[in-house]
């Protein structure tokens, strides 16, 4: 990733820094002696390594099947995963530590100092979401680097994942960043007057409000959190997430915030291209009802739009032609081919001529 100004920003995914650690040791090629599920191998043995659940080990016999550094299957090897401890270590928690220790991953956080504002359903949701949210960031890094602020008694209950696994902090995010010598932040706020850029991603700490269903008493509660922070000296930018120039269609769940963000940072994606790539249908047709009347034509007692603009939008917004439709029919329009419409005109124009 090349800035404006020249320089070139690095962000290694833990996957990438497990590999060259396996090559300074000499290992070109490894197994495992249990079943990997996730995409990508070399992620898995890493996290469950620093979960504390195995290590690299060299075998007396090859196992038969290994992955070269490529991630392809390559013939055997005599180095493997193993899920149990072993004696024979070249690779456990301690060296991937000290290796991953040379870089400066920044801590997503995830600002729960509004849970107690939620309903029981909304608390589920945002639950749900915070699952989802550890997932994700086990995809890219390893668990420590997510952390969860304000975490009561009721919200630890409420979780569906290892909470020993993430970060789990019991005070306030301002608290947890004195305590990390983080004395600036990103705050992912979708009232902020200016986009995240990659230039923002050398920040050592990124917060998400832990807030669904925006609406009510909850509606603008994420500038809130930015002034908590201010109050507290903690210097905050305000960054938004916006789809060619505006937050509707953008996906306001915890998840998909992160992972927008996680694929900007760690595959280099343009913010539009990572939107289309999660965005969920509901959400694109939201801002396909913003769209469409822009391109309304009355034509004889009818307000009727283009079939074809379906393509124009289609290359940004996550939707189908049944998606296409839906809105169309909500808006109560008609979409006519574009020559149809034409020789609508013509034949309306020749009308009122004679």
């Given at each position: 990733?090349?800035?404006?100004w020249?320089?070139?920003f690095?962000?290694?995914?833990?996957?990438?820094?497990?590999?060259?650690?396996?090559?300074?040791?000499?290992?070109?090629?490894?197994?495992?002696?249990?079943?990997?599920?996730?995409?990508?191998?070399?992620?898995?043995?890493?996290?469950?390594?620093?979960?504390?659940?195995?290590?690299?080990?060299?075998?007396?016999?090859?196992?038969?099947?290994?992955?070269?550094?490529?991630?392809?299957?390559a013939?055997s090897?005599?180095?493997?995963?193993?899920?149990?401890?072993?004696?024979?270590?070249?690779?456990?928690?301690?060296?991937?530590?000290?290796?991953?220790?040379?870089?400066?991953?920044?801590?997503?956080?995830?600002?729960?100092?509004y849970?107690?504002?939620?309903?029981i359903?909304e608390?589920?949701?945002?639950?749900?979401?915070?699952?989802?949210?550890?997932?994700?960031?086990?995809?890219?890094?390893?668990?420590?680097?997510?952390?969860?602020?304000w975490?009561?008694?009721?919200?630890?209950?409420?979780?569906?994942?290892p909470?020993?696994?993430?970060t789990?902090?019991?005070?306030?995010?301002?608290?947890?960043?004195?305590?990390?010598g983080?004395?600036e932040?990103?705050?992912?706020?979708?009232w902020?007057?200016?986009?995240?850029?990659?230039?923002?991603?050398?920040s050592?700490?990124?917060?998400?409000?832990?807030?669904?269903?925006?609406?009510g008493?909850?509606?603008?509660?994420?500038?809130?959190?930015?002034?908590?922070?201010?109050?507290?000296?903690?210097k905050?930018?305000?960054?938004k997430?916006?789809?060619?120039g505006?937050?509707?269609?953008v996906?306001?769940?915890i998840?998909?915030?992160?992972?927008?963000?996680?694929?900007?940072?760690?595959?280099?994606?343009?913010?539009?291209?990572?939107?289309?790539?999660?965005?969920?249908?509901?959400?694109?047709?939201?801002?396909?009802?913003?769209?469409?009347?822009?391109?309304?034509i009355?034509?004889?007692?009818?307000?009727?739009?283009?079939?074809?603009?379906?393509?124009?939008?289609?290359?940004?917004?996550n939707?189908?032609?049944?998606?296409?439709?839906?809105v169309?029919?909500?808006?109560?329009?008609?979409?006519?081919?574009k020559?149809?419409?034409?020789?609508?005109?013509?034949?309306?124009h020749?009308?009122?001529?004679?």
């Amino acid at each position: 990733m090349i800035f404006p100004w020249g320089g070139v920003f690095h962000m290694k995914r833990l996957s990438l820094i497990f590999k060259e650690l396996l090559k300074k040791e000499g290992i070109g090629k490894v197994g495992s002696l249990c079943r990997l599920g996730w995409n990508d191998p070399f992620q898995e043995m890493a996290v469950s390594i620093l979960d504390g659940r195995g290590a690299i080990i060299r075998l007396n016999e090859p196992v038969k099947l290994a992955w070269n550094l490529d991630g392809e299957l390559a013939g055997s090897s005599y180095y493997a995963y193993s899920p149990s401890d072993h004696d024979d270590i070249i690779i456990g928690k301690e060296k991937i530590i000290e290796e991953i220790s040379k870089y400066e991953h920044p801590y997503f956080i995830i600002d729960l100092m509004y849970w107690d504002e939620h309903t029981i359903k909304e608390k589920r949701k945002l639950a749900l979401q915070l699952n989802q949210s550890y997932g994700l960031i086990r995809d890219y890094l390893w668990g420590e680097r997510l952390v969860l602020t304000w975490l009561n008694k009721e919200a630890e209950s409420s979780m569906h994942f290892p909470l020993s696994r993430i970060t789990s902090f019991k005070g306030p995010t301002h608290q947890f960043l004195a305590e990390n010598g983080i004395k600036e932040a990103i705050l992912l706020d979708p009232w902020a007057k200016r986009d995240i850029k990659p230039e923002d991603f050398t920040s050592k700490a990124f917060i998400i409000g832990g807030i669904v269903d925006k609406t009510g008493d909850k509606k603008g509660t994420t500038p809130r959190i930015g002034e908590k922070l201010q109050e507290n000296k903690i210097k905050v930018k305000r960054r938004k997430i916006s789809l060619m120039g505006d937050t509707v269609g953008v996906p306001d769940r915890i998840n998909l915030i992160l992972e927008i963000l996680l694929k900007m940072m760690f595959e280099d994606k343009k913010m539009e291209e990572a939107i289309l790539e999660i965005q969920p249908y509901r959400d694109a047709r939201w801002r396909l009802r913003k769209e469409l009347p822009k391109h309304k034509i009355k034509l004889k007692g009818m307000a009727i739009i283009e079939k074809e603009i379906f393509h124009k939008y289609s290359r940004w917004l996550n939707i189908r032609w049944k998606d296409f439709q839906k809105v169309v029919d909500d808006l109560n329009l008609k979409a006519v081919e574009k020559e149809k419409i034409k020789k609508i005109k013509e034949k309306f124009h020749h009308i009122i001529s004679n």
